[in-house]
């Protein structure tokens, strides 16, 4: 059974930043893809980044939404499986909860890193809001 442990969602402002923390126990693979997602009430879910987690650190690959890219920084953490998102210059549009996902290979697959139904453990999510 695999289960995600997040933590580090909170009340910002504007500007601010916050670090978003994910570990996965009961994962039997060495290596696999982690992923964040929101959303908010009555839109879609969306993509913000995602990590391939590997034994060999050439073989890790990062990838990023257009819209936070610049600002949010995904890495791998010293733990087996276990991966943290950096927010900085946050925005009220990042308002949303976050969600935490973990696959084998979704984030290898063509455009896969940023599809929600390639992934298949998750996270219960973790609320952040940003205020102006």
């Known amino acids: 059974q695999v289960q995600l442990v997040e933590s580090g969602g909170g009340s910002v402002q504007a500007g601010g930043s916050l670090t978003l923390t994910c570990a996965a126990s009961g994962y039997s693979y060495t290596a696999g893809c982690m992923a964040w997602f929101r959303q908010v009430p009555g839109q879609e879910r969306e993509a913000v980044a995602s990590i391939y987690l590997a034994v060999r650190e050439e073989d890790v690959r990062t990838y990023y939404s257009d819209s936070v890219k610049d600002r949010f920084t995904i890495s791998q953490a010293n733990a087996k499986m276990t991966g943290s998102l950096q927010m900085d210059s946050l925005k009220p549009e990042d308002t949303a909860t976050y969600y935490c996902?973990?696959?084998?290979?979704?984030?290898?697959?063509?455009?896969?890193?940023?599809?929600?139904?390639?992934?298949?453990?998750w996270g219960q999510g973790t609320q952040v809001t940003v205020s102006s």
């Open positions: 996902a973990v696959d084998r290979l979704a984030c290898l697959r063509t455009l896969g890193w940023h599809d929600h139904t390639k992934y298949s453990y």
